[in-house]
């Protein structure tokens, strides 16, 4: 099958720009014909504030790939979408935020209507939502073949705002480093990491205030990319009285530097208040380091409940607090981290793929 990936790649970073590079060289190697259409602009800089390509790859870039796109060149969408109506069996859209939905639109309207077009939605509504948002998602969502998510919960909210198929798989790993585990100190370093883009729903501050209840003794590395800046957050570190205790590290992360990251901490925290799916925790696994994770959408999921990690509820200090706290209790740290192992992408990539491919065939094959 002749396919094209609508979405980011390299220059673009992060693990948007991996997955979409990932599934490319996956979809070659399984025999297909494919193409990337990326973007020469993806974002408006006021609405992505932060760093958005690197200089270097991060990841085996795919040579078949164009950065055609921009969100201020409307000729443009369309003109692509010309393009590929004669030179492709079907489009894959990988939409990140409702902002794509425009040059989206505009590249459906050159593509006609003869090719198979499959959303491949990350998160079918944003985190952080505008009013205009649920609009523009409906819009898209009706206007292709089929709907591709990574949860059940994900698929029942597109259901919700399309009558086009949606199917749904777990989202495969795309790993910025190979399995590289870490030695098993013979004591704990009483240090947990945060790690990633800082936004709201990912509940930096619900963590900083169960660790100013929890043990004394533990400290914290914020290792990421601050949306909006770091002031809220080290206002909140004063007023919590942890300022000994919380140590920033603010700025994107590039693969090289996440075994220093990952280096002399004891579990890897996401505390978010809501979640589609996450690589985090399957890269701290890389390293060897437990996870300590809410229940919001599929994020758990990688983590064995006392085995390898621990699950707490979530946007609620007090649970998380009970997770620290029993984490740190009777030799718990190490036990977790003896148990943790790198993941399999094999299997997961397999159904994926599956998956994928049945939302692009024609409709009535």
Partial sequence: ???????????YKGGAARHV?????????????VCIESWRAQYPRRLYPGRQTVDVPEFPTFPASRRDLAWYRPDGWWRVGRRLAGSVDAVVLAVYSPVQVPPYLGLLAGLGRGVPVVALVNNVLPHER????????????????????HSAEQAA??????????????????????????????????????????????????????????PPDVRLRVAGEFWGGTAETEALVVELGLGARVDLYPGYVPSEDLPTRFAEVDALVLPYRAATASQNAWIAHQFGVPVIATRAGALADPV????????????????????????????EALRLRSAVRPVDPEPIWQRYLATLLDGAEPPGR
């Fill in 304 to 331: 064995r409940d006392g085995v390898d990690g621990l699950v707490c509820a979530a946007d609620d200090v007090a649970d998380l607090t009970r997770a620290i706290t029993l984490f740190y209790t009777d030799g």
């Fill in 1 to 11: 099958m002749r396919l094209a990936i609508v979405g980011p790649t390299f220059p």
């Fill in 157 to 214: 909210l597109a259901r919700t705002l399309t009558r086009r198929p949606v199917r749904w798989a777990p989202l495969a790993p795309h790993l910025p480093v190979p399995a590289q585990p870490l030695p098993i100190p013979d004591e704990p370093f009483r240090r947990l990491l945060f790690f990633g883009l800082v936004r709201p729903y990912k509940g930096l501050d619900v963590l900083l205030r169960a660790l100013a209840a929890g």
């Fill in 21 to 33: 590079t990932e599934l490319a060289h996956r979809l070659t190697a399984a025999g297909h014909q």
């Fill in 130 to 149: 505008r009013p205009v948002d649920v609009a523009l998602v409906r819009w898209l969502l009706g206007r292709v073949t089929s709907v591709f998510v």
